[in-house]
């Protein structure tokens, strides 16, 4: 399976502000995605990030609120804008396994807005 | 109703007992199948996957797989207190899309 890194990995920012998180991969891979996790929920996908081309982005979330780079195979970032401690979750990138259906996640990255 | 449901427990089994954690699904075009096991703060890892009707058994983990009643489980033999984490179902759908359970916890009690 990929080795996946995400940084920071845990981040306490004020309302307002915005964070940009880095996913970083040890192979190629097409699709990558990331995903929020709130406390005890499950796994909420926001967007799916393609090389070359624009993120497609799930119901409920905005290019303007998370924007995502995909400038090679390897690398992707989230940055969650002007945020409001509604955005508190967990933020998590996954790539596509080689078969192609399931996926493997990164570590996460905590994010409390106060 | 949801995609994909799971019971979100908590499932209290005692060390030594088999587990068994449920999923039902809505899309019938589904054809993968995945559990995940996720330890509190840390991110969901992959521990199981079944394709086809029946029985997939895996060390102490089987899944089953039932598609005419739309039905995937994860059996654990042996429970250990290791064990203790939310289990994530989740399922490709005829569209290709990953979807996920709200997930179970379990909690394997000494």
């Known amino acids: 399976s990929a080795v996946i890194s995400q940084k920071p990995s845990r981040d306490i920012c004020q309302r307002g502000t915005s964070l940009t998180i880095q996913c970083q991969v040890d192979?190629?891979?097409?699709?990558m995605f990331w995903y929020r996790q709130q406390p005890g929920q499950s796994l909420t996908l926001i967007a799916t990030?393609?090389?070359?081309?624009?993120?497609?982005?799930e119901s409920g979330f905005v290019i303007d609120k998370f924007p995502i780079s995909r400038p090679n195979l390897t690398f992707s970032t989230l940055t969650v804008s002007n945020m409001s401690p509604e955005d508190s979750s967990i933020y998590l990138c996954?790539?596509?396994?080689?078969?192609?259906?399931?996926?493997?996640f990164g570590p996460g990255t905590r994010l409390l807005v106060l | 109703q949801k995609e994909v449901e799971q019971n979100s427990g908590p499932l209290s089994v005692p060390e030594g007992a088999i587990a068994s954690l449920n999923c039902t699904y809505s899309?019938?075009?589904?054809?993968?199948f995945f559990w995940y096991r996720q330890y509190s703060g840390k991110s969901p890892e992959l521990i199981m996957f079944?394709?086809?009707?029946g029985d997939k058994e895996d060390g102490r983990f089987t899944a089953q797989l039932n598609k005419a009643s739309q039905y995937v489980s994860l059996l654990i033999r042996d429970s250990q207190p290791s064990d203790s984490a939310t289990y994530l179902c989740?399922?490709?759908?005829?569209?290709?899309?990953?979807?996920f359970g709200s997930g179970t916890r379990l909690s394997i009690r000494p």
């Open positions: 990030a393609n090389q070359g081309s624009e993120a497609t982005y």
């Open positions: 996954s790539v596509e396994a080689e078969r192609g259906e399931t996926q493997y």
């Open positions: 079944i394709y086809s009707n």
């Open positions: 192979s190629q891979v097409t699709m």
């Open positions: 989740a399922v490709v759908s005829s569209a290709s899309k990953i979807i």
């Open positions: 899309d019938r075009g589904s054809q993968s």
